[in-house]
């Protein structure tokens, strides 16, 4: 049974598919200085979970990121039902051996569908961590080299810079030191 990205969406709305997320126009600065400190800093940021996932895709592997946010997701599910149906999708769609976006995780030959038994919140923890570690020391430190990053903090910098951003921080200035 192969799911499609579709399915996948369908059971976790809230990971929004890259080309339907909502984007903030109004980064300041302080956006991809952020999420240059540390990737936990730029998975925070709906924006910077956007480009990394835009970088991901161009490197053939935006499921890493999709199973993380999925996991992030998974931990808040109330209900078992909810939490079985999820848990599905997540073994699915990233760790059988038919998973349509398969991750690569240690043990992975191991893992069957009977872990789906008894799901817990924190059931995919070591699995989530060990990706979480592949994209920090692996493809976070490209990303920060990237076109996709490099552009986008070049924007931040023309924003910050234009005049209408100056004039506005100096009214702002001069009404708070009035």
């Known amino acids: 049974l192969l799911l499609t990205k579709m399915t996948f969406f369908q059971f976790f709305p809230e990971i929004n598919d890259s080309e339907g997320h909502p984007s903030s126009s ?11 400190t540390s990737l936990e800093n730029l998975l925070e ?32 599910t109330q209900g078992k039902k909810q939490m079985q149906e999820k848990a599905k999708e997540i073994y699915m769609t990233f760790l059988s051996s038919k998973a349509s976006s398969q991750v690569n995780v240690e043990g992975q ?12 919140p924190l059931m995919f923890q070591k699995l989530q961590d060990q990706i979480f570690n592949l994209m920090k020391y692996d493809s976070y430190s490209r990303f920060l080299k990237s076109d996709i990053f490099l552009n986008h903090k ?10 209408e951003a100056q004039t506005a921080a100096k009214r702002a200035s001069r009404i708070y030191n009035t």
Do not use: Y
């Open 26 to 36: 109004h980064q300041t600065l302080k956006g991809t200085s952020k999420w240059a």
């Open 45 to 76: 940021d709906p924006e910077g979970v956007k480009r990394f996932r835009e970088f991901l895709k161009k490197e053939f592997s935006e499921e890493n990121v999709l199973f993380w946010l999925a996991c992030e997701e998974f931990k808040k």
């Open 109 to 120: 030959s191991r893992l069957n569908e009977t872990i789906l038994e008894t799901p817990h």
């Open 154 to 163: 070049k924007s931040e910098e023309q924003e910050e810079n234009s005049p």
